[in-house]
Each structure stands twice: as structure tokens, then as C-alpha cells.
């Protein structure tokens, strides 16, 4: 289980969620904050971490976003967590009906669902289920944000990778973004998620998976320097090509 930073409360963290996520017009109502703070707490969240970023999708942040717009195709959340990714697509005009959201548990989904007050929206939009259900050439984009770094098991990375390969249609294209390492950090940091890669490393493991057309680019905002010496966050994309 990840913990939130020295500092910092989950309640502190759900309140200021919740302080985001009312600037797309959402009304709480009277005492939702007392409610929303008994209802979560470091038992029941798997990913503290991803409260301090909820209203804030880093997917808009990615250098392929501005053409995924213009360009609407399948697209798969892939650990599509509190579901804000999706939520953020739709604000900016994606159509509803080319985006699916897949997680294996809704630990997270529940968490977006009351934070949002949109479940009966959002549920059909998302995929809950123990193993990944679509078999091969499915989906035009499959996105992973930051769930990489979270894949500890090398078997389930592995998978990961190959899922996100077959369930492409050709030339579809995989993207997102990882916490991972800088080239230059001599020892891999003690604390921290439990898959920190390097560039050449997450490279060669989507290429491996098949992928080519490997584009990696570092993230240098000011914010990973308060993560700790030697994070870096990658922002990625891969190609299938069609052979």
C-alpha cells in the first residue's frame, strides 16, 4: 500500500478533492465532507496518492492529447483507477461512446463515483474484472496513466504490456505516463512505488512487447523534484504497426 507524503492526511487530501473537483459545477451536499472521511480511510484506499491528484487528469498533460481530440478513435483507460482520465476526455468533447475504462477492482472507481457524484453515468463506462477481457484488436488507443510504476510483479508487467499490444488494432497506438528514474541516479530510491524504471528500460520492455515507434519524454516539472532525488516522471507512446 502507498502512503500520502510526511505532512499529509487522507482527510486533508479528500477535502481538497473535493475543493477541485467543484470547479466542474459539482454541489455537495450539507456535511458530504464528513461523510466522504468516515467513508475512506488508508484501510480501504488502495492508492492514496492518487487523491491529491483527482480533478487534475494528467492525461491533458500528455504531447498526444491535443491530436487525440482532433482525432476520436477506441480509446481504452487501461487501470483507469478513479476514472478522472475518462471524465477529463468527455469535458473536453471526446465522444462517451469510443471510451471504456478497464481496472480489476473498483477500490478506486468508488472513490471517483462519490468524489464526482456520477455513478450511474460512469459505471457503464467502465470494465470491472479480475483478468483483462478483450482478446485481440479491440481498441485504436490504450492509455496507461501512471500504473506502470505500480506493477511490481514482473509477470503481471509483462502482461500488462502484451494485453495493451493484442488489444490494438493496427497502428494503434499506446500512451501514458510512469514515475521512473533518472539516468544519472546511482541507487533506486528505498521508498517509492515498486517498478521505477530508467528510460532504457521501459523502452526495451515495450519492445519487446512488440511495440516500435517508441517515443519517451521526460517530465520536468517542478513537482517531481518534491518526490524525492532521482524520480523523474516519463510521459510515453508506442506504435503497432500493421504487418
Known sequence: M????????????????MRRIGRF??????DYAE???NRYTLANVPYPYIIRQIGE???????LYPELLKNPLDLLDYGCGTGDALRQLIRDGYPAEKILGFD??????????????????????????PVFPWPRERFDRVY??????????????RSYLGNAHRSLR???IFFGSTLGLDAAADLRPERG??????????????ELSGFTGIRIVRDDRQEMMMAGRGFCRFEFSAEKRDV
Not at 477500490?107 to 460512469?122: C, K, N
Not at 496507461?144 to 508487467?157: I, K, P
Not at 512505488?193 to 515495450?206: F, G, K, S, T, V
Open 2 to 17: 502507498q502512503q500520502l507524503p510526511e505532512g499529509f492526511t487522507l482527510a486533508g487530501a479528500l477535502e481538497q478533492a
Open 25 to 30: 459545477g459539482i454541489v455537495y451536499p450539507p
Open 35 to 37: 461523510t466522504i472521511k
Open 57 to 63: 487528469a494528467r492525461i491533458r498533460r500528455h504531447f
Open 104 to 129: 480489476v477492482t473498483d477500490a478506486s472507481l468508488r472513490i471517483g463515483y462519490d468524489l464526482y457524484l456520477d455513478r450511474e453515468e460512469m459505471e457503464k463506462r467502465v470494465v470491472v474484472f
Open 144 to 157: 496507461s496513466g501512471s500504473v506502470v510504476h505500480v506493477l511490481g510483479d514482473e509477470q503481471e508487467f
Open 170 to 172: 493496427p497502428n494503434g
Open 193 to 206: 512505488p515498486p517498478r521505477l524504471m530508467r528510460e532504457r528500460e521501459l523502452a526495451d520492455a515495450m
